[in-house]
C-alpha cells in the first residue's frame, strides 16, 4: 500500500480543534442517551450545530478500552491465490475473532472482502492489525466500515 492515501488518520486528541473535539462528544452525548436532542446536546458542550453538522460525519472514536468490539473493515485483494488466506491468518496471528466474511466476485482483477472482527482477545491494538493488513501483497486498500 506504499504511495496510497488512506481515508482515516489515527490523531492523538491533544492536536485536534476544540471544534472536533467537541462534536464528538455530542455524538457520545447522543448515543448515550444522555440528552434527546442534537440543539440540546450541542447547547451542553458549547459548539454551534453548523460545527457540527461540518464534522459530524468525520468524526468518531476509532476504538474505546470496552471488553467486546468488533470492527468492520472493506478491502480491495488483488485476485491472486492466497490473499485471502494470507489476510486471515494475520487476523488469526493476533488473536482476532473474524465473525463474517463477505466476498464478491473478482472483477478486472480486483475482489471486495468485508470481514468483522471481534478484538477483544486481540493481542494487539486494532490500529495495528490494520497496518499490518496493509503490508500484505496483494492488498490494495483496507477501510474502516464500522464498529460496536
Known amino acids: 500500500m506504499a504511495g496510497k492515501t488512506n481515508d482515516f488518520l489515527i490523531v492523538s486528541k491533544s492536536i485536534l480543534p476544540e471544534a472536533i473535539l467537541k462534536t464528538a462528544l455530542v ?12 440543539n440540546d446536546a450541542v447547547e451542553r458542550v458549547g459548539l454551534s450545530r453548523s460545527a457540527y453538522y461540518k464534522y459530524k460525519d468525520g468524526v468518531f472514536p476509532f476504538y474505546e478500552a470496552s471488553h467486546e468490539r468488533i470492527i468492520t473493515i ?5 485476485n491472486k491465490a ?5 489476510v486471515l491468518n494475520f487476523i488469526a496471528s493476533l488473536k482476532g475473532n473474524v465473525l463474517t466474511i463477505n466476498q464478491g466476485i473478482p472483477l478486472q482483477g480486483v475482489a471486495n472482502v468485508s470481514i468483522s472482527i471481534e478484538t477483544a482477545g486481540m493481542a494487539d ?3 495495528n492489525l490494520l497496518a499490518g493488513l496493509g503490508e500484505i501483497i496483494g492488498v490494495r486498500k483496507i477501510e474502516v466500515i464500522g464498529q460496536t
Do not use: F, M, Q, R
Open 74 to 78: 472493506s478491502l480491495i485483494l488483488e
Open 27 to 38: 455524538k457520545e452525548l447522543l448515543a448515550k442517551g444522555d440528552t434527546n436532542t442534537i
Open 82 to 86: 492466497g490473499v485471502l488466506s494470507h
Open 125 to 127: 491494538k486494532p490500529e
